[in-house]
């Protein structure tokens, strides 16, 4: 199973590309599009019905008027995570509430604002359910997580 990454505008890319960072460490595929929901719904919908059986989960990135996720979440049974994006407006807490105000029985799992990295690993996590080695991953990369918490130090220089 893949993860389907979705932009709404090429200007998430930043973004992306930090989910695409993380993911390629699990050594899981991806694919990686740029469809908006508002101005190009026929061709969101005829890419999610074509990578519904390929894609174990899809990842929406969007701003503002950030109803990508749950477009996508409408119009499948995969879970769907939403990465709301910080915006010039409301420093994108009208991409999160837009993201996150879901109605009931659309499902959409939303990560922080602009927190693709969380967006890549809960995608691996849910994954993980039918893949022993990618658990192993996943736990392997929280016992590092552990290590280097272990091994920071501080001093005061005042």
């Known amino acids: 199973m893949k993860?389907?990454?979705i932009m709404g505008s090429i200007s998430d890319r930043e973004i992306a590309d930090k989910i695409v960072k993380?993911?390629?460490?699990?050594?899981?595929d991806y694919d990686v599009k740029?469809?908006?929901?508002?101005?190009?719904?026929n061709l969101l919908e005829d890419y999610v019905k074509g990578e519904e059986k390929e894609t174990g989960v899809f990842i929406g990135i969007a701003g503002k008027a950030a109803h990508l996720a749950g477009v996508i979440a409408g119009m499948t049974i995969r879970p769907v995570i939403g990465v709301p994006v910080?915006?010039?407006?409301m420093d994108g807490l009208d991409s999160l509430l837009s993201t996150v105000q879901m109605p009931s029985g659309v499902p959409v799992a939303t990560v922080?604002?602009?927190?693709?990295?969380?967006a890549a690993i809960l995608a691996c996590q849910i994954l993980s359910l039918s893949d022993e080695s990618l658990q192993k991953k996943l736990r392997d990369m929280k016992t590092q997580m552990v290590e280097k918490i272990k091994n920071t130090e501080y001093k005061y220089e005042g």
């Open 3 to 5: 993860i389907s990454i």
């Open 22 to 28: 993380k993911i390629r460490e699990f050594d899981i």
């Open 34 to 41: 740029v469809i908006s929901a508002h101005r190009a719904l």
């Open 86 to 89: 910080k915006s010039s407006t």
């Open 112 to 118: 922080a604002i602009n927190g693709g990295e969380n």
